[in-house]
């Protein structure tokens, strides 16, 4: 959250129009740079928070699965059952690419 110092420094730099802002210290962009370039490499897809009961068993083996593998148990989870449905849907007759979810 910023402070407000830093609120009216933001106000006062979005208020500035183009022309005003020194670029001199800023080398340029060529295509060459841009070359292998990937769209949406650092997006995030939209999650939800649910609620989902597991035994306690396969919860302790999640865990130790987890740690083992050095991520969260939460995300390691995740991604099981991420893998698995993309697993699903590609034997599945019901074909959902992942952007239309």
């Known amino acids: 959250m910023p402070t407000k110092k830093q609120k009216k420094e933001l106000e006062a730099l979005a208020a500035m129009p183009d022309e005003e802002i020194d670029f001199s210290d800023i080398p340029e962009i060529t295509d060459k740079q ?12 939209e999650t939800r ?12 083996l999640a865990n130790k ?8 148990y939460q995300t390691y989870i995740k991604s099981l059952l991420h893998e698995s449905l993309v697993k699903e849907n590609s034997k599945s007759d019901i074909l959902i690419s992942e952007e239309s979810s």
């Open 65 to 72: 699965l987890a740690a083992a593998k050095g991520l969260p």
């Open 34 to 45: 841009w070359t292998g370039a990937v769209r949406g490499l650092f997006a995030r897809p």
């Open 49 to 60: 928070h649910i609620s989902i009961r597991l035994s306690a068993v396969d919860l302790v």
